[in-house]
């Protein structure tokens, strides 16, 4: 089993910068892809953008070249570097993974506001 437990969201004006972390805990040897995904009222949960173990990334179009995932594998820690915020960018960010016998598993989510 792994656990996800994400921090870093908050208030910021439009323009402004945060970034998010996502920390893993229990069986990490199995993790394999880890993604975020975001989500407001009303509307299904989207991809954000993803990581594959090996480091290969992918963004959602809303969201190249303003925000960066990366992840450290000695750390069990991912991350999202966000600028250039929008107020569109508002939602509850949750932190995923898969793992090797293809389970899901999400955190509680960090709320991300940003104002205009």
């Known amino acids: 089993q792994v656990q996800l437990v994400e921090s870093g969201g908050g208030l910021v004006q439009a323009g402004g910068s945060l970034r998010l972390s996502c920390a893993a805990s229990?069986?990490?040897?199995?993790?394999?892809?880890m993604g975020w995904y975001r989500q407001t009222p009303g509307k299904q949960r989207e991809l954000v953008a993803g990581?594959?173990?090996?480091?290969?990334?992918n963004y959602s179009d809303s969201v190249k070249g303003r925000f960066t995932i990366s992840r450290d594998n000695t750390k069990n820690t991912m991350y999202l570097q966000m600028n250039s915020l929008k107020p569109e960018d508002t939602a509850v960010y949750y932190c995923?993974?898969?793992?090797?016998?293809?389970?899901?598993?999400w955190g509680q989510g960090t709320q991300v506001t940003v104002s205009s």
């Open positions: 995923n993974a898969d793992d090797i016998f293809h389970r899901n598993y």
């Open positions: 990581i594959t173990k090996a480091g290969s990334r």
């Open positions: 229990g069986i990490i040897s199995l993790i394999n892809n």
